[in-house]
């Protein structure tokens, strides 16, 4: 399915989407499509496995904006690999409102769609929005303290205290930077058996493995769970039973508090990825909610 490239601003900064048109008038009203916007993960990239979801959920009859934050793949913005958690909502409500001017699109519709590091971005950049008629959260982190607690149960204390050391010298002098993924018991942010693999397995050629080491900072104090019960729009959690990477049993807590439709799959955080054995179970399931809350049931 063909996409168009498109610009918009966040700050000043020129950043990168990717639209995918949505096929036929099954889910239009007279005001146009439903529209989704799409971000990735912690240090993700628009062609590093973000097109497949958005090109099911085009097929079923949504316009995608898929969109890459500031400093990031393929927009624009100093400093390089760089996670503000601040400015990632700040590019994701920039990106809400570059969706809604789109051709032949609803501004009244918009679907919020997010996954891990994003997952967690839908549900404050939701909050108390009227114009928001669907949000999508899967495998989410949603409680960067829940998320330390429960790194302390997968990864070695050794490979913790490296990247926690070289993220404070990042933070209080000159920038430091270490990969997103890398092997078991070497300094990364995930360093659990399998992530480097699952990781190189959707990357693309924008995506590098490399972030700025003080993101460990960042997330210690990030808690968008607590903005699930100010999500007016209907809401899908998808959890993975047995995430490694972000914790469930926070995901769930948000869910309750949302409201929220929850699915449940027996697997891992990269499960639900291209190319795994639940990426079809997830797309078909968010499929079949936004069908059914937009007004296309079946």
Known sequence: MKHHDVTFRSAGVACHAAHVTGAGDGLATDAGRPVVVMAHGLGGTVDSGLMPFAEALAAAGLDVLAFDY????????????????????????????????????????LVLWGVSLSGGHVLAAAAHRDDVAAVVSLTPLVDGRAAGRHALAHHRPSALARSTVLGLRSRLGRPRTMPVVARPGALGALTLDGCLEDYLSIAGPTWRNEVDAAVGLELGNHRPGRSARDVRAPLLVQIADYD???????????????????????????????????????????????????????
């Open 70 to 109: 500031r400093g990031f793949g393929a927009s624009a913005g100093e400093p390089r690999q760089t996670v503000s958690m601040a400015g990632q909502l700040d590019d994701y409500r920039a990106a809400m409102a570059a969706a809604a001017r789109l051709p032949g699109v609803d501004p009244r519709r």
């Open 244 to 298: 490694r990477s972000a914790p469930p049993r926070a995901a769930a807590k948000a869910a309750f508090a949302g409201r929220a439709q929850v699915r449940h799959y027996p697997c891992d955080h990269f499960d639900v990825w291209p190319g795994k054995a639940w990426h079809g179970p997830a797309v078909e399931h968010q499929v079949a909610f936004l069908r059914r809350v937009l007004g296309r049931p079946g």
